[in-house]
């Protein structure tokens, strides 16, 4: 049972960030992050930067503090990805956001960074000012798995707005539901605190949803991809005649 604790551990820390990995390479090679919603990141770094500050008042197991750490390097990298190739028609292209402070939609990734350095720096004063109370410890916990259970429902609203689940890799897919169904079963093992187990729970019926999308919608590629394809097709055209 020791071996098995191990690798369930080990598994537990290095599993949830590769699941991304080949996200990433998808869209380096088209060039495009379309069909990634990039408050996918957004949801994984507030999380898991406050579900270290909770490590710091009750420590969990240490897999999962090194999952946490893992998961926010990459996560800045996938983050630089999206906005290195993200799609001529997004919000910050056409300064249509209709977000407070076009929040988690600007152009830049220096504004990103500088975002996360200042929650880092809050997260710290509030944790220096209450880190002794229980009930702040507790309540940080539920904040942090709490904003980790909403993670697969901006992928779950990009997808029911396109009608497709294009651009979304059907390995995140299959890693979020496999990695949510095994991280369910490992605290419920574990007995970890029970904050993790109800948010595993949500999350995985999330999960289950975008399943249900996936076979329903298919991966068609939206009116949006293909009408910007047509564009650059024609002006292809143009260019070659005039030549």
């Avoid at 088209?30 to 990141?41: A, E, I, L, Q, Y």
């Avoid at 720096?121 to 904003?147: E, H, K, P, T, V």
């Avoid at 390995?171 to 109800?198: E, N, V």
């Amino acid at each position: 049972m020791s071996w098995i604790s191990v690798i369930a551990s080990v598994g537990m820390a290095v599993g949830p960030p590769l699941v991304y990995a080949d996200q990433a390479v998808s869209m380096i090679r088209k060039r495009d992050s379309t069909g990634f919603s990039r408050d996918v990141c957004a949801i994984l770094l507030l999380a898991n930067i406050t579900r270290c500050f909770f490590w710091l008042g009750k420590h969990f197991e240490t897999a999962l503090l090194i999952q946490s750490v893992l998961m926010i390097l990459a996560q800045l990298a996938l983050l630089y990805i999206c906005i290195l190739h993200r799609p001529k028609i997004s919000a910050e292209a056409l300064g249509t956001s209709t977000r407070p402070i076009s929040f988690w939609q600007w152009p830049s990734y220096a504004q990103y960074i500088e975002f996360l350095c200042g929650f880092i720096i809050c997260q710290a004063i509030m944790f220096l000012i209450f880190g002794r109370s229980d009930l702040y410890i507790n309540i940080l916990g539920f904040l942090a798995l709490g904003l980790e259970s909403t993670l697969p429902i901006p992928q779950l609203i990009s997808n029911y707005r396109q009608r497709s689940l294009y651009g979304f890799r059907l390995s995140t897919l299959l890693g979020w539901f496999g990695g949510d169904a095994f991280k369910t079963g490992y605290f419920f093992f574990q007995d970890s605190p029970f904050q993790f187990k109800i948010c595993a729970i949500f999350q995985l019926s999330v999960d289950v949803a975008i399943v249900i999308q996936r076979l329903i919608y298919g991966n068609a590629p939206p009116m949006s991809v293909l009408i910007d394809e047509t564009e650059d097709l024609e002006h292809a055209l143009a260019l070659s005649e005039e030549t």
